[in-house]
């Protein structure tokens, strides 16, 4: 069964510091991920996705995931944090197989507070 | 939130009532999902459509109910038989079935049984 863990529920970083929100997968095919942001009371909003390719990929807000096939991982990163960037984060993992309808499996989420 | 629109944001539900939750997309997506949100447990599928007039069940369905008559719209309905609906409930919709697309969120409704 393919799967995605954030081992961090919360990750605290100062302002103009590097970010880093972790996330391992399980998958029995390609990996197919992606970031989204959740701010309060709001939907997910898209960050960035891996499909194939450069193991660095670039997205929305500065935000970028580099993907490791060795470690079955694809960090969240950000080289310098925003007070504004403090939301809920999610990793997902598409499922490849068609029958079930292309559902994104998701992490538990890691809340980011990034202080002044 | 993109072309995905659900109404109401807030929703309060009197135990053993039904209520349907709108969710509407102008992306000309073909697929469509729901997910239902809890603290601490990401989002988990309810219920998903590939084409009009035809949906499946995806990871907890029971208790919920569908319709897909319009390929812009996806309503869900929270039955009597949910015992625990309070949670919030996000539609999302993708392109297409492959894989490299991604889904759309829309807004969301908090639904709460009093």
């Known amino acids: 069964a393919q799967s995605v863990a954030q081992p961090e529920d919360q990750v605290n970083v100062a302002e103009g510091n590097p970010l880093t929100v972790k996330c391992t997968y399980s998958?029995?095919?390609?990996?197919?991920l992606f970031w989204y942001v959740q701010y309060p009371n709001r939907g997910l909003q898209f960050l960035l996705k891996y499909i194939t390719g450069d193991n660095l990929v670039k997205g929305s807000y500065g935000f970028e995931a580099e993907f490791n096939k060795s470690q079955t991982s694809f960090h969240l990163k950000k080289p310098s944090a925003l007070v504004s960037d403090s939301a809920l984060y999610f990793c997902?993992?598409?499922?490849?197989?068609?029958?079930?309808?292309?559902?994104?499996?998701f992490g538990q989420g890691t809340e980011l507070s990034v202080k002044p | 939130d993109g072309g995905i629109t659900q109404s109401p944001k807030y929703l309060f539900r009197k135990e053993g009532q039904n209520v349907t939750l709108s969710c509407e997309q102008n992306l000309n997506h073909d697929a469509m999902y729901w997910y239902r949100q809890d603290p601490g447990q990401g989002l988990r599928l309810i219920y998903y459509s590939q084409i009009v007039n035809d949906f499946q069940k995806g990871d907890i369905a029971e208790g919920y109910s569908v319709s897909r008559e319009k390929k812009e719209s996806f309503p869900l309905t929270v039955t009597s038989a949910q015992k625990n609906p309070t949670a919030f409930y996000l539609c999302?919709?993708?392109?297409?079935?492959?894989?490299?697309?991604?889904?759309?969120f829309g807004p969301g409704t908090r639904l709460t049984v009093l």
């Open positions: 998958v029995s095919g390609n990996p197919y």
């Open positions: 997902a993992v598409r499922d490849w197989i068609y029958n079930q309808g292309g559902k994104l499996i």
């Open positions: 999302a919709s993708t392109k297409t079935l492959q894989v490299n697309n991604e889904q759309f």
